[in-house]
Structures are given as C-alpha cells and as structure tokens.
C-alpha cells in the first residue's frame, strides 16, 4: 500500500458518520452501513490501491488533484459495483462523479 493521509481517512470516516452511516474499520479502507446498504469506502492516494473488494457499493475519496486520474482508472477497469467518488477540498467536499444505479426493465 502507498502512504497514508490521515487527515483524509479522518475526513472521509467523518463525512459517512455525519451522513448517519456506522463505520467500521480504523484502516485507509473502511465499511460504512445504514440501514440495508453497505458502502466499502477507500480513501485513495495511488490509483494502484483501487478496490478488487466484492460488494455492490464502493465509494473512493480522493483530493482534487487525484479525481481526474482516478475516474478515468475506474472507467478503464469498468468494475463490476456501483462506484462513486468523492473529492474532499480543506474541510468541503463534494460528489465528483456517482454513476446511476441498475436500469430496472419491466
């Protein structure tokens, strides 16, 4: 694994709780659940450390500078979750990309 922010695992651990998720895990990576819905959440310093995890949902939380190279990693791999990523700014952040959920067919 490549260094580790804290700061941004703090940030990210804080914006799930504040969101009303519990988080579990005190690592980079970590569950946040509400409800039915589990999130595997990686904070992401290095497009190397992308998650080859199972789980539906997985969301990364990046800084501006690595979102582009991040997105564009994602897209290329094309995993089989839902994914979303979000960018963390000084104390704001903000969802840069979630892609829309499962087509539902009648």
Same mark, same amino acid.
């Given at each position: 694994m490549g260094p580790v922010n804290m700061r941004? !695992? &703090?940030? *990210? $651990?804080?914006?799930? *709780?504040?969101?009303?998720y519990s988080v579990e895990g005190n690592g980079p990576t970590f569950r *946040? &659940? $509400? &409800?039915?819905? !589990? !999130?595997?959440?990686? #904070? !992401?310093? &290095? #497009? *190397?450390e992308l998650s080859d995890e199972s789980g539906q949902f997985h969301c990364y939380v990046a800084q501006p500078e690595d979102v582009d190279e991040l997105e564009t990693e994602l897209r290329r791999r094309s995993p089989e979750y839902e994914w979303a990523i979000i960018v963390v700014d000084g104390d704001d952040y903000q969802v840069e990309r979630a892609p829309p959920g499962p087509h539902a067919t009648a």
């Open positions: 941004l !695992v &703090e940030q *990210a $651990r804080s914006i799930f *709780a504040e969101l009303g *946040a &659940e $509400r &409800e039915w819905k !589990v !999130v595997h959440v990686n #904070t !992401v310093l &290095e #497009t *190397a």
